[in-house]
């Protein structure tokens, strides 16, 4: 029954900043890995940036620098603050979670996680 529902998508200029947010139910996002994906038309479902279960952090190369993750505890929350944003950020964002209990994050390994919320679109206009 575990549910992950994104907000925070929509259009923007190149240059610009969003934060996407990730309201966990039936869930507890401060003990477990959690992570951002994006999938643009046509192409493979990608790792953009992952958080565990400790507060570590780990990010795509082509994010680093201007993406941050985080999680709000009390909020039971995870966020991506994207800024410096650029047309190839254009995708659907999608939050994921692993299976309750799993606070490492293992890189990139998309199989590992669990749940995943319904996506938010980011449109970059150029």
């Known amino acids: 029954q575990v549910q992950l529902v994104e907000s925070g998508g929509g259009p923007v200029q190149a240059g610009g900043s969003l934060r996407l947010s990730c309201a966990a139910s039936?869930?507890?996002?401060?003990?477990?890995?959690m992570g951002w994906f994006r999938q643009a038309p046509g192409k493979e479902r990608e790792g953009v940036a992952t958080?565990?279960?400790?507060?570590?952090?780990g990010y795509a190369d082509s994010v680093k620098g201007r993406f941050t993750i985080s999680k709000d505890n009390a909020k039971n929350t995870l966020y991506l603050q994207m800024s410096s944003l650029k047309a190839e950020d254009t995708a659907m964002y999608y939050c994921?979670?692993?299976?309750?209990?799993?606070?490492?994050?293992?890189?990139?390994?998309?199989?590992?996680?669990?749940?995943w919320g319904q996506g938010t679109q980011v449109t970059v206009s150029s």
């Open positions: 958080i565990d279960g400790r507060g570590s952090t």
């Open positions: 994921a979670a692993r299976y309750d209990g799993n606070s490492y994050c293992p890189t990139w390994l998309r199989a590992a996680f669990t749940y």
């Open positions: 039936k869930y507890t996002v401060s003990s477990n890995c």
